[in-house]
């Protein structure tokens, strides 16, 4: 049976964070700091360790695995841009816009992933060689994926390309959703998974950041998959309420479980109706505080964890 959600997660633990310039033309999102760098790192890293503390606690299997400091990386602690990992035994390698997050694609990264999770590589699908051309695909915050229904979200944006995306799509069986959506002042917005998250029984979704011509189309589609359709406003998107990521887990008392992994700060910002109907379709919400992460690097809990579909 195909499943939503996994239960095993890959995460790289920094080395190198800080504000990426090379990025920070297209992620609106990221803030330049105030505090010395290397004091943001440890910071960084602190708000990392507590996050792989948080979801092994709630029972999720996570992989991490350690950057290495030259050269520096970033952006490092959101392997789910190019890397992604499916029940069928593919992984997929992602062609990336910054030319300094290339870097984070090493090797050996797959094979300690899959021996430390037990996933078996059967295909890799490389989309690398389109960087020659400028035509980028960010993984999974490119494509928002319903994998019940084989649909993949994806916002256009200089870092998700249609002709890498429908090249994605016919190798991987799934049909693309391609939409318009912009930030409050109609800059397009980076990364689909910052307005937009599909878990087994919801579809969170910044439906004001769509484009009135695509708006209704994909509200439609998402309530067409059953699930509650929770639409957030320009706030929260802005507290990455967007980015987060229904997992798999076990729990001596419930058995099987949900655990909705978000930032703090979104928890923070989502109005209570809206935490309510989230909090209604998992078994336990996990807010984590990633703030440095998130003003720095412009993602936040979502764009950390890399799944892994064994």
């Known amino acids: 049976m ?19 310039t090379e990025t920070a033309a297209t992620n609106r999102l990221q803030r330049a700091g105030t505090l010395p ?19 092994r606690s709630e029972g999720v299997q996570v992989c991490v695995v350690e950057d290495t400091p030259a050269p520096p990386k970033p952006d490092a602690v959101f392997p789910n841009n190019w890397v992604s990992w499916h029940a069928d035994g593919t992984v997929v390698l992602y062609p990336m816009q910054a030319a300094n997050r290339r870097a984070e694609r090493r090797d050996g990264i797959i094979d300690a992933v899959a021996q430390a999770t037990g996933f078996q590589v059967d295909r890799v699908l490389d989309l690398t060689a389109h960087e020659r051309d400028g035509r980028y695909l960010e993984g999974t915050g490119s494509l928002v994926l319903d994998r019940i229904a084989r649909v993949a979200y994806a916002c256009r944006s200089p870092r998700t390309d249609e002709r890498v995306l429908a090249e994605w799509c016919e190798a991987m069986g799934y049909e ?35 484009a009135g011509a695509d708006r209704e189309r994909v509200l439609a589609r998402l309530a067409a998959s059953g699930r509650a359709v929770i639409r957030l406003d320009r706030s929260e998107v802005e507290s990455f309420a967007g980015n987060l990521l229904e997992l798999a887990s076990w729990d001596e008392a419930l058995g099987d479980s949900s655990v909705l992994a978000l930032s703090a700060t979104a928890r923070a910002a989502l109005a209570p109706e809206r935490y309510a109907q989230l909090a209604a379709c998992v078994d336990v919400v996990l807010p984590v505080p990633v703030p440095t992460i998130e003003r720095l690097g412009g993602g936040s809990v979502r764009c950390m964890l890399a799944e892994v579909f064994r």
Do not use: K, S, W
């Open 176 to 210: 693309a959703e391609v939409f318009d959506a912009f930030d409050r002042d109609g800059v397009p917005l980076y990364h689909t998974n910052v307005l937009m998250g599909i878990g087994r029984r919801f579809a969170a979704i910044g439906a004001d950041c769509i």
């Open 37 to 55: 760098d290397a004091q943001a790192r440890q910071q960084a890293l602190a708000e990392f360790d507590g996050m792989v503390t948080a979801l």
């Open 2 to 20: 195909t499943q939503q959600c996994t239960d095993a997660v890959f995460l790289v633990r920094p080395a190198a964070f800080g504000f990426n």
